[in-house]
């Protein structure tokens, strides 16, 4: 038991699908695994163990933004033993080309800060995925024939962001999407010798102010989750 987490010892998987929002931690739990039991719902944050195809999995919820998703991803870590941890989540495309419902695999995530800025000092450390997951989930997503971009995306730390000028370098450089919890992920997983991924669902557009309604998104994010599950096992 941890300050946010209160699974017991042994309750939490060593492969973890973290989504933000805790229902829908709940959702995929009760959607594609087994035997499900609720780990964890301290601060509503919620978390579900169970298996998929035999293999032990934890769902849990890590809140929105990187500091709240560094709290989850260190304790998932530090002391539950976790050593896959794939963020499950929304993002706003920024590509002409990448569309709603679009799925995104991220090699790598750009950020202006994370909670791990400080670390590093004058470096600017460069978080990227690891490459068996990114692979893995590349062949599951050409499997599914799900359309899926690869490339690099943006982890904002804030939701309401007013820098038209650096949204435009970024669609000049070839980001694919505006999230807010990969960059410290993948920063926290390589520091402990984990693995990490993110693999997203465009729920909204910046540029054409396309949005995917509420009462639409469940069903096109379990695309996303299988494809998660995939690379994970594969």
Request: proline residues 4%.
């Amino acid at each position: 038991m941890t300050v946010h987490i209160s699974a017991a010892p042994g309750q939490i998987a060593e492969t973890v699908l973290m989504p933000g929002d805790p229902y829908r931690a709940k959702w995929a739990a009760e959607t594609f695994l087994e035997n499900i039991e609720l780990v964890n719902e301290t601060r509503g944050m919620l978390g579900f163990t169970g298996t998929w195809r035999g293999h032990r999995v934890t769902i849990q919820g890590s809140g929105m933004g990187m500091p709240s998703l560094s709290i989850y991803a260190n304790e998932l870590i530090r002391d539950y033993g976790a050593k896959t941890l794939i963020r499950i989540g929304s993002c706003g495309g920024m590509q002409p080309h990448v569309a709603i419902r679009d799925v995104i695999i991220a090699m790598t995530a750009s950020t202006l800060t994370s909670p791990s800025s400080g670390m590093f000092k004058e470096l600017n450390f460069a978080p990227c995925a690891d490459w068996s997951l990114l692979s893995a989930a590349v062949k599951a997503a050409k499997t599914k024939g799900c359309t899926t971009h690869v490339g690099g995306i943006y982890s904002s730390d804030v939701f309401y962001a007013e820098r038209p000028d650096l949204d435009e370098q970024m669609v000049r450089h070839g980001v694919l999407a505006v999230e807010m919890e990969a960059a410290e992920l993948y920063t926290v997983a390589v520091r402990h010798q984990c693995r990490a991924l993110a693999v997203l669902t465009v729920s909204d557009h910046l540029q054409t102010g396309e949005a995917l309604p509420a009462s639409a998104r469940e069903q096109s994010f379990g695309d996303m989750v299988e494809i998660a599950l995939e690379a994970a096992f594969s």
